[in-house]
């Protein structure tokens, strides 16, 4: 059956350091992945999507993400986090028959 | 401006009562869904609509009905309200079949039951 789990429920960086939030896929056919953002108090956006290509996709505001299929994952990267990068990030896998399935979320707290 | 529009914002409801919350977009997507976000479940998918006809249903009491009254429309009613239900729902739009698609969400109803 197909998921995505995002291990760390919450993560602490310093301001100016660099970030990966973790996703891990499991599905048989070709994924198309996305990472949604929620700022408090905010719906959702999406940051970057992968559908196939380079592995590497650019997001915005500095995000990208890596696409390994041999690691079933697809974790999301920032060189350099801004106060503002604090959020509850989703990964999210949508399947052939066009459902999603979201991770569980990764709340991300940055230290001044 | 917001594309996707979400009245009310908040909501205070008592337990037994039904309560409508509104969306409206106007992005010209085709289809629309809801989501459901709480303390217990960070995003639970509900429904979703396509061309005004309901594609998905993942809830499993029928005091949630969407309604959908134009295609831009994809209200939900929700009756015999309970505790429970007190949650943030979503509210969000996409053009044609989700794969390839970007989902654009709105801001939110926050309901609490009381």
């Known amino acids: 059956a197909q998921s995505v789990t995002q291990p760390d429920a919450r993560v602490t960086v310093s301001e100016g350091a660099s970030l990966q939030l973790r996703c891990k896929y499991s599905y048989s056919g070709t994924p198309y992945l996305f990472w949604y953002v929620q700022y408090p108090r905010q719906g959702l956006q999406l940051l970057l999507k992968?559908?196939?290509?380079d592995p590497v996709v650019q997001g915005v505001n500095g995000f990208e993400a890596e696409f390994s299929k041999s690691n079933s994952s697809f974790h999301l990267r920032k060189a350099s986090v801004h106060w503002s990068d604090s959020a509850v990030y989703f990964c999210v896998l949508s399947d052939s028959n066009y459902q999603l399935i979201w991770g569980s979320g990764t709340k991300l707290i940055i230290k001044p | 401006d917001p594309k996707i529009i979400q009245k009310p914002k908040y909501l205070v409801a008592v337990t037994g009562s039904e309560k409508i919350l509104i969306c409206e977009q106007y992005l010209g997507h085709n289809a629309m869904y809801w989501y459901r976000q709480s303390a217990k479940k960070p995003l639970e998918f509900m429904f979703s609509y396509s061309y005004q006809k309901l594609m998905d249903n993942q809830t499993a009491s029928s005091r949630f009905q969407p309604q959908s009254s134009k295609k831009n429309h994809l209200d939900l009613q929700i009756t015999a309200l309970k505790p429970d239900d007190s949650a943030t729902y979503f509210c969000?739009?996409?053009?044609?079949?989700?794969?390839?698609?970007?989902?654009?969400f709105g801001a939110g109803t926050r309901l609490s039951v009381l």
């Open positions: 992968y559908y196939s290509g």
């Open positions: 969000a739009s996409s053009q044609e079949g989700l794969s390839q698609n970007t989902l654009y």
